[in-house]
């Protein structure tokens, strides 16, 4: 079992619509969890971060996060094209105390105009 | 505030070379991760520094793969020699500290091609 899993897509949604992005991981121990966006050919940028149980919103993103069923996603409201990129889920296990963060490969997100 | 800087952006190599790639974090940034992203994969860390300490190495290939942080700042990221499985995007990230919630920037990478 990979320690973060996500459906790699593509995910198609049209403008406007709610897109929702999900991710498992696998231990329990997890502390917190990332949400990054990577366009074509860029580097990834933080969105969201989520580290206690229940939704978290900022903006148009919702993060949620179920920690007793190791999953975590992100919702995106009123889609955009601008959106279309890769979203990838990240993992902090945090052992020892310090920063362990592990990445899934990515869900591709496509928003139809 | 100036981002994670990163060079060269861009480098093609023949297989058994040698490569370096070189990383400036966020100023005052402990923490720096170097990270291998191959096509279609996420991000897979290779080494995380504490200052100039190493604090995970456990999935760099050490037979190959060396980095050093000379005095907390800067890093660079050897590969000798190389392979084609080598080709993929480096990412280098900073954090401001190495703990829980800490959220890491990454610089623009520095895409390798091995042929």
């Known amino acids: 079992q990979k320690e973060v899993e996500q459906n790699s897509g593509p995910l198609s949604v049209p403008e406007g619509a709610i897109a929702s992005l999900n991710c498992t991981y696998s231990d329990r121990v997890s502390q917190s969890f990332f949400w990054y966006r990577q366009y074509s050919g860029k580097s990834p940028e933080l969105i969201m971060s989520i580290y206690s149980n229940g939704d978290k919103e900022d903006g148009r993103f919702t993060a949620q996060l179920n920690k007793a069923s190791q999953y975590v996603s992100l919702l995106i409201r009123d889609s955009q094209p601008s959106d279309s990129a890769t979203y990838l889920c990240?993992?902090?296990?945090?052992?020892?105390?310090?920063?362990?963060?592990?990445f899934g490969t990515g869900t591709k997100l496509q928003v139809i105009p | 505030e100036a981002g994670v800087a990163q060079s060269p952006r861009y480098k093609i190599i023949e297989k058994r070379q040698s490569v370096a790639f070189w990383c400036n974090p966020i100023?005052?940034?402990?923490?720096l991760y170097w990270y291998q992203q191959i096509l279609g994969q996420g991000p897979k860390l290779l080494i995380q520094f504490q200052n100039n300490g190493v604090v995970d190495d456990s999935q760099l290939p050490k037979d190959r793969f060396s980095a050093e942080r000379l005095k907390g700042v800067d890093s660079t990221l050897k590969i000798q020699p190389a392979k084609l499985e080598d080709s993929a995007v480096y990412l280098c990230?900073?954090?401001?500290?190495?703990?829980?919630?800490?959220?890491?920037?990454f610089g623009q990478g520095t895409r390798l091609t091995v042929v």
């Open positions: 990230a900073s954090s401001l500290t190495g703990g829980m919630n800490t959220e890491a920037f």
């Open positions: 990240a993992v902090n296990q945090a052992p020892g105390g310090y920063q362990k963060v592990t």
């Open positions: 100023s005052g940034h402990a923490t």
